[in-house]
């Protein structure tokens, strides 16, 4: 047996930095980050305002991953999740809570820093984010967030340049595109905890093999509008990510079409989303055109 609830195997209470780092879905948090910055650097932003949108988009993802953890505290407590710190009694729900306000606050400052058609896009976009965790999530349109958040997310790179530009209408596309299929599959994993605690989201609606093959057709869709979108000519390295994507999909929907989607099947979409966002970044500059 281990020790006392919120203490190591030592018997120490963790870092209450450590705690918070790890409530706030760090893997994401990072993963989207870098995505940003990625894009900010194939569109060709000032160093400056690279770092000050990777800055800001970072603290808005902790805000957000953090805030979830606080909310689903009492769900996680119910079904002994003890991979939350939360949860677990690592760090106070106080400090949990004034750390995801104090970090959406510098999000947002840091934003309007860059421009304030940023900073409302992103409020906009964590506004989502966070309507998702007070409770949209147990809903029939829980992918209603994803789709908005992940389709601005192009234009909170262009909206960062001088002058501050909306993304194309195709990079919106993908971006919802890509945040249909992370969650029609994150949520996978976690379908018996959540009927427990009477979470119904839409994957849970649709079942698990239904949410796997929306998943992977959402995934192409957002391929074949940056392929097609742009007006400059198709790179080499957008051909490739673009092929990429669509064969990691087809052999998604057709796993989940002879055996029951899990795990697996979140892992092969986070690696299209990742071939997805390459080949967003291959566009350049025709991201704000």
Avoid at 269 to 276: D, E, G, I, K, Y
Wanted: charge should be positive; hydrophobic fraction near 55%.
């Amino acid at each position: 047996m281990s020790g006392a609830v919120g203490e190591t195997r030592s018997g120490r209470h963790p870092s209450p930095i450590v705690a918070l780092w790890r409530s706030s879905h760090p893997g994401p948090s990072v993963v989207v980050t870098a995505v940003a910055i990625t894009l900010g650097i194939a569109t060709g932003l000032e160093p400056w305002r690279i770092a000050v949108l990777g800055l800001a988009i970072l603290l808005g993802q902790l805000s957000v991953g953090i805030s979830n953890d606080a909310i689903d505290a009492p769900r996680d407590r119910a079904t002994a999740r003890t991979d939350k710190p939360i949860a677990r009694g690592e760090v106070s729900l106080r400090m949990a809570w004034v750390a995801a306000s104090g970090a959406l606050v510098l999000s947002l400052v840091l934003s309007c820093v860059l421009s304030w058609a940023m900073g409302l896009a992103h409020l906009v976009a964590l506004g989502s984010a966070w309507a998702y965790n007070a409770g949209l999530k147990s809903t029939p349109v829980s992918v209603l967030p994803f789709m908005v958040s992940f389709g601005l997310l192009p234009s909170l790179v262009t909206l960062s340049a001088d002058p501050p530009a909306v993304a194309a209408a195709w990079a919106w596309v993908a971006g919802a595109a890509l945040g249909v299929a992370i969650h029609l599959t994150n949520v996978l994993p976690d379908l018996e905890d959540d009927a427990q605690t009477g979470v119904r989201g839409l994957p849970h609606r649709l079942g698990r093999r239904a949410s796997a093959v929306i998943a992977a057709v959402a995934l192409v869709v957002g391929a074949i509008a940056v392929l097609l979108g742009p007006d400059a000519a198709i790179s080499v390295l957008g051909i490739i990510a673009f092929t990429g994507v669509v064969v990691i999909a087809i052999a998604g929907l057709v796993l989940a079409l002879v055996r029951p989607p899990g795990r697996w099947v979140f892992r092969l979409v986070m690696l299209a989303s990742l071939l997805l966002c390459v080949q967003l970044a291959a566009t350049g500059q025709a991201l704000g055109a």
